[in-house]
């Protein structure tokens, strides 16, 4: 990973997070080098919390990368650069069970310091550790359109990840 990137710290964070997680969209991973998954995510969040920085992703239930973050201790939040908008594609209309998105041609695998896997591919990777998650209750929605987003009634499972370091590509 050192090769590749250097440690940052968040706030050192190049863009604006609303830009990067909203319009670039990122890439949620997790398992080891041996054994991961992802999927691309554009709703979530990046801040402060119990003193830490943390992320918050959102993955519905029949996400297959779910059960790869159930399984691991810590995943990876990947940004690309815009010419690299077809793999963010790819990984978030495909599910890795039907693709073995390991064999993502242009997707190189890189084991962190934690195990956690990021991507030379990527501009910068945040490597998180997972600290809580929760299910949606739709019983708590004060706004009726946020239902519509649930015709299936499969909510979000989010994940609270402390990140651990911020790693960005080296010029
Ligand atoms: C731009 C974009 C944003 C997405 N954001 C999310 C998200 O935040 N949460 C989620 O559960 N799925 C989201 N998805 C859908 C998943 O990426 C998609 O279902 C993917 O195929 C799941 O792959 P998997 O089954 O291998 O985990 C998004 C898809 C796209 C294209």
């Not at 695998?109 to 929760?134: H, N, Q, S, W």
């Not at 239902?147 to 990840?161: Q, V, W």
Request: glycine fraction near 8%; aromatic fraction near 14%; include cysteine.
């Amino acid at each position: 990973m050192e090769k590749l990137f250097k440690k940052i710290k968040p706030e050192q964070i190049n863009g604006n997070i609303f830009e990067l997680i909203g319009r670039e969209w990122m890439l949620i991973t997790a398992g080891n080098t041996d054994h991961y998954n992802m999927m691309t995510a554009s709703w979530g969040t990046a801040g402060v919390l119990w003193r830490k920085p943390v992320v918050m992703i959102f993955v519905r239930p029949q996400r297959y990368t779910r059960e790869f973050i159930e399984k691991s201790a810590y995943f990876s939040i990947s940004f690309f650069e815009e010419r690299q908008r077809d793999l963010l594609n790819l990984c978030g209309t495909t599910s890795g069970r039907d693709l073995n998105k390991m064999n993502i041609e242009g997707m190189t695998p890189v084991g962190m310091p934690t195990g956690a896997v990021g991507f030379a591919e990527a501009k910068l990777v945040l490597e998180c550790r997972k600290i809580y998650f929760d299910d949606i209750d739709p019983s708590f929605f004060q706004t009726f359109d946020i239902e519509k987003i649930y015709p299936n009634n499969d909510y979000h499972r989010f994940y609270i990840g402390e990140i651990i370091d911020c790693w960005e590509k080296k010029l």
